[in-house]
């Protein structure tokens, strides 16, 4: 694409249509600041879409209209307009029109569109993008100060992962917060899954009872209805057959003694046969061995007379093919030969009128080539005559424009001169101010560095002290967390009685909701921790006693018990227990006695009729000595220890310990609920004071960290203004050396133009004089060449005619030469073959005469065998006849004895078979007779009756299958032992629970894992793209830095940790001789001409078809700029250049300049071709 013009209208200065010429390669525009050049880039910015106002330098979207002056009116309108040629050589026109306080509006070729529209023209083009169409010297300036973050962004933008980097941030938010559900659900699950392991088992071996049961049941009607219609079956099926077998024994006897007389007369009749037989046999082997050998001999000679005949067919045709050949090669051959002869006459004729013209030709050319080689003298001395002249006047008109070019150059040297020995005196002053303020400055550094070390060191203390106090604020957190579930599970227990009998869990179960019945003893009192065992050794069994306000609804209660068998419960009513205990004071005073064990524990006054039931006048005392001395005393009460031994009223005494005393448990909930109660508090509190501690401690931490921000705003900022000195100090001390190198170049190059202008001046004079001789030798040589040409014409149009005659004798004796030389070769060909064919001719003859004797003896010996073959069969036909016959009679005879002798032996085997069978089938009847029985008692055991019996057919093998599953099935009935079925309904709500749980919990991970997968493809294709880019990059970087510092090195360093893409970006260069080098260290031009070879790198990885540069080479001095120029110059082949610059070196590079001025507040426009110019 290419940019053909530009037209500007009401646009910012331009009042005027103004039209620009941009067809060529490079485009400068040129003029004094304040003359609108920034406009016309501002008008490019505007037409692609900036949005912008500071990029635009306006505050309002009127401001882009031209706002009038004092001699012009304020336009209504802006409008820009480009006109460009595609690759295809199509012309686009874009434009942009925008009315005051209206819209914009967008136009491809006279049409309207939108914004988007034009956008899709240059997509993947660069044109419009920040750092590649379009360059400002402020984009450069952006560059030297930009940190290695900020350059990292910069590179990131361009290479396009930026989309990538965002769906990874909000990919981490999403898998954080969905880390935090997990966590939760994981309390939740884990809480759940104690509890279902707790009913687990129980509900297992329920769930296994009750399908092992039904299993049982169903296996067994099918099992014991198969048996026994198998039983049955064979019962009558063996019946049965003892009456057929008897029937047919008495068959069998009859027939026997028939087949004994029948077998003898045979026996005799069947020798007489075997005799002749045996003669027969013998001489028709011999027969058949001579028929064998002759048919072996008769396949042979077939095959030996079909094999001759096909050869002498072949021969034969080869025989008059032969023939014909050798007649068409005759004839052939008396053609060639004439040919030949004719052909060779006519060569000799030709040859000889050939030299006589060849002749009178050399003659003619001899005199023609002494014309020439005069006529090339004089030429030579016209042109090398004339050459010299053009080339001394070249010479005059360079020495002559070199003169004029360095007057011009000496007048602007010795202004600089001037300018250059001004610049150094006000240079020394500088200096040595800033050796000054530096001094002072790094005095200021040193005691911000120690400054900022003590509250570093500060710092760090309190932060080990915060992550202390964190971690303790989460483990009593954990703690909290800990207490609270094993609270949870008491409470649970607590309310589903569990340690309880499990008749009174049923009765709790069914009437929970009764307001008759207020709980059990053991839930209406608290006893402290040391009294324990006391209370569960004395009490016992009535901790379980249901305690209920009426006893009206006694009856309902022992009812439901009594229906489904539960067991037995005590019921203490309110309104009738009457309890008489007394307590005597006296025994108090007692050795050992603590006191009455009702008086330890806390119930409320309303119970205390049970209370005084349930513990009665049970005395506490220390330890079993002192319990047993006053038991021994007036006391009738129960006396019970600490320790939980127990003495009746009657002297009775218990003691030791239950290895699952669920009374104690049952007692022992509560007290560990009050502790446990008791440990939360005292975690909530230490977490509050924690936190109070780490509150002020994060207020001590910020206050520290500020002042350490402080101090570090005022490193920073003592260290940007060092950099800035530093870089002025160094900046000026080789500005001063370059000045002084520059007025030393200066100088000399003065001294030079001098001394050039005047050595110039004296060769002008030397080359006229020469001009004028050579002048009169030219025009006395082109005389003689004119009459020597005239002469010469007429001799080479005799000598044209001679050689076409020539030629046309050369082509015709060529001619006949290759027909000669063709038919001497044909005819020596067609002799050869005719010999060849001949010969073979001769040989086909005797072939075919020897083959048609060896296939008439062929034929004759196959005749004889066929005869001999022929009669060998008749006589064997003829015996097997005989034969046949003999053996007819043989056989019906043989067949009938053998017949018999079967029938003999069957007969016998028969009668004994019948004979066991019998017997076996009476045993058998009665064995199934008893094992139908067993069958039928086998399935009463497990509830099933005769009349539920399945009656179906079975294979033995699914019979014996279903036996099988039914031994095994109640072998695992009975491993199961005694089965709790009340537990399944709250087994399957909880596992209902933990399930819907788990899968919540699998799906969170499954997003957690997918979540993860995403940021590493995102990981992976960011930093394979982002790789792929710097590295290219860095290469382009390299060349420009080759280009513009000779024997330089450049590279874009990354710094940092992490994925290359994360990393910063550090701008290196070191010039020849030198080290590598900070951005920061380098002079201004220096540094311009760094950013430059950036900015000209990133455009060379996606290369726009025109770039407007915006006076980049403005901090660049004369050196430097040239640079630059080389660098636009050599990329101007591949793209256009459109420049706004003051430097006159850089203007010198461009094809069209376009000078720009302003009069009256209007920008004007005057466009000057420059390579014309200079023509």
Request: net charge negative.
């Amino acid at each position: 694409m290419k940019m053909l013009s530009l037209e500007v209208e009401g646009f910012k200065s331009f009042a005027k249509k103004t039209i620009f010429n941009l067809d060529k390669n490079i485009i400068a525009i040129v003029g004094p600041n304040g003359s609108g050049k920034s406009n016309i880039v501002d008008a490019i910015r505007w037409l692609l879409g900036e949005q912008s106002g500071k990029q635009m330098r306006i505050s309002d979207s009127n401001d882009v209209v031209f706002a009038g002056t004092d001699t012009k009116k304020a336009s209504n309108y802006a409008k820009v307009e480009m006109i460009f040629e595609a690759d295809n050589k199509e012309i686009i026109k874009i434009a942009k029109k925008y009315e005051k306080n209206s819209s914009n509006k967008y136009y491809i070729n006279n049409k309207i569109c939108t914004l988007k529209d034009i956008h899709d023209i240059f997509s993947n083009k660069g044109v419009g993008k920040q750092f590649y169409s379009i360059i400002s010297q402020g984009q450069v300036s952006e560059i030297v100060n930009s940190s290695p973050e900020q350059l990292r962004q910069i590179i990131l933008d361009a290479s396009d992962i930026g989309e990538y980097i965002t769906k990874k941030e909000n990919t981490l938010k999403l898998l954080e917060k969905t880390s935090e559900n997990l966590e939760r659900l994981e309390d939740l699950l884990f809480v759940t899954e104690r509890r279902l392991r707790s009913l687990s088992n129980r509900a297992g071996r329920a769930k296994s009872y009750l399908k092992y049961k039904e299993e049982i049941k169903v296996i067994g009607k099918k099992y014991f209805g198969a048996q026994r219609n198998k039983i049955n079956k064979s019962i009558k099926y063996s019946e049965e057959k003892i009456q057929e077998n008897q029937e047919y024994r008495n068959n069998i006897l009859r027939k026997s003694f028939e087949v004994e007389r029948e077998y003898k007369s045979l026996k005799e009749e069947i020798t007489n046969f075997d005799e002749t037989i045996a003669k027969n046999s013998d001489l028709i082997d011999n027969y058949r061995e001579r028929i064998s050998v002759i048919e072996n001999e008769k396949e042979i000679l077939t095959k030996k007379t079909n094999d001759l005949s096909t050869e002498i067919i072949n021969i034969d045709w080869q025989i008059e093919d032969t023939k014909e050949k050798i007649k068409q090669s005759e004839f052939k051959l008396e053609e060639t030969s004439t040919l030949k002869n004719k052909y060779e006459k006519d060569l000799k004729e030709l040859t000889i009128n050939l030299e006589k013209e060849t002749e009178n030709k050399e003659k003619i050319k001899k005199t023609i080539n002494d014309e020439e080689n005069k006529l090339h003298e004089l030429n030579s001395i016209i042109n090398r005559l004339e050459k010299e002249n053009n080339d001394l006047i070249k010479e005059k008109n360079q020495k002559l424009n070199e003169n004029e070019a360095k007057d011009e150059r000496l007048n602007y040297l010795n202004d600089e001169s001037l300018k250059l020995n001004k610049e150094l005196v006000s240079l020394d002053k500088v200096i040595e101010e800033i050796e000054y303020t530096l001094s002072e400055s790094n005095e200021k550094e040193k005691q911000l560095y120690n400054d900022k070390q003590e509250i570093v060191n500060s710092l760090k203390k309190m932060k080990e002290n915060y992550d202390l106090y964190i971690e303790e604020i989460e483990n009593n957190k954990k703690k909290i967390s800990s207490l609270n579930h094993e609270k949870n599970i008491l409470l649970t227990q607590i309310n589903h009685y569990e340690g309880f009998a499990k008749v009174v869990q049923d009765f709790f179960t069914k009437f929970s909701s009764d307001d008759n019945v207020i709980d059990v003893v053991a839930n209406l009192f608290n006893v402290d921790q040391k009294f324990e065992e006391a209370v569960s050794s004395s009490v016992g069994g009535k901790l379980q006693n249901v305690v209920i306000k009426s006893s009206k609804k006694t009856r309902e209660y022992i009812d439901y018990l009594k229906s489904n068998s539960y067991g037995k419960i005590t019921f203490l009513s309110i309104d009738i227990l009457n309890p008489k205990s007394t307590y005597s004071q006296k025994i108090l005073n007692e050795p050992g006695v603590i006191d009455y064990l009702i008086n330890t524990i806390d119930f409320d006054k309303k119970y205390e009729k049970i209370m005084k039931y349930v513990f009665s006048n049970v005395l506490l005392v220390d330890e079993l000595n002192n319990a047993i001395k006053i038991s021994k005393s007036s006391f009738r009460g129960n006396i019970v220890t600490l320790g939980g031994e127990l003495i009746s009223g009657y002297g009775a005494i218990t003691g030791g310990r239950v290895k699952n005393d669920y009374s104690a448990t049952i007692i022992k909930r509560k007290n560990r609920i009050f502790e446990l109660d008791i440990e939360i508090d005292e975690a909530k509190e230490n977490i509050k004071y924690l936190q109070e501690k780490v509150s002020k401690m994060i207020i001590d931490i910020k206050e520290k960290k500020n002042e350490l921000e402080e101090i570090n705003e005022n490193i920073n900022q003592l260290m940007i203004e060092k950099d800035l000195k530093n870089n002025k100090y160094t900046s000026n001390v080789n500005r001063k050396k370059e000045l002084k190198e520059t007025l030393k170049k200066t100088d000399e190059r003065i001294s030079l133009y001098k001394d050039q202008i005047k050595n110039n001046s004296d060769r002008v004079k030397e080359i006229q004089t020469v001009l004028d001789v050579n002048k009169k030798t030219i025009e006395k040589s082109k005389n003689q060449l004119s009459k020597i040409e005239k002469e010469n014409i007429v001799e080479k149009e005799e000598l044209n005619e001679i050689n076409l005659k020539i030629a046309e004798l050369n082509m015709e004796k060529k001619n006949f030469q290759e027909k000669f030389e063709f038919y001497t070769k044909q005819k020596r060909e067609i002799l050869d073959n005719l010999n060849t064919l001949r010969d073979k001719f001769d040989e086909n003859q005797y072939l075919y005469k020897k083959k048609r004797e060896e296939k008439e003896k062929s034929e004759q010996n196959l005749k004889d065998s066929e005869n001999e073959y022929n009669s060998l069969n008749n006589e064997i036909t003829n015996i097997f006849e005989k034969m046949k016959n003999s053996r007819i009679g043989k056989n019906e005879k043989f067949n009938k004895l053998e017949q018999k002798e079967n029938e003999k032996n069957e007969l016998k085997d028969k009668l004994s078979e019948i004979n066991n069978n019998n017997q076996e089938l009476k045993h058998k009847i009665e064995n199934l007779k008893n094992e139908r029985q067993y069958l039928i008692e086998r399935a009463e055991n497990v509830d099933i009756s005769e009349d539920e019996f399945e009656i179906k057919e079975l294979s033995d093998d699914e019979i014996k299958s279903l036996k099988f599953n039914f031994d095994e099935l109640q072998q695992k009935l009975k491993n199961l032992g005694s089965v709790d079925l009340t537990v399944l309904e709250e087994y399957n709500e909880v596992n209902e629970e933990y399930n819907s749980k788990k899968e919540e919990k699998e799906d969170i991970e499954e997003s957690i894992t997918s979540l993860k997968n995403s940021i590493n493809q995102l990981d992976e294709f960011a930093e394979n793209k982002y790789s792929n880019f710097h590295a290219a990059l860095n290469e382009e970087f390299g060349k420009y830095i080759q280009s513009l510092f000779p024997n330089g090195y450049g590279e874009l360093r990354l710094i940092g940790e992490g994925f290359s893409f994360e990393k910063g970006i550090q701008i290196s260069v070191k010039k020849s001789g030198r080290k590598f080098q900070k951005l920061s260290l380098f002079s201004g031009g220096e540094k311009a001409l760094i950013a430059i070879a950036f900015l000209f790198a990133m455009m060379s990885l996606n290369p726009s078809p025109f770039y407007i540069l915006d006076e980049i080479d403005a901090p660049l001095d004369d050196i430097n700029a040239s640079k630059i120029s080389e660098l636009i110059n050599d990329n101007a082949e591949k793209s256009q250049f459109l420049m706004i610059t003051h430097n006159k070196l850089v203007m010198e590079i461009a094809d069209v300049f376009h000078g720009i001025t302003m009069k009256g507040g209007i920008t004007r426009v005057v466009p000057v071709d420059f390579k014309e110019l200079q023509a």
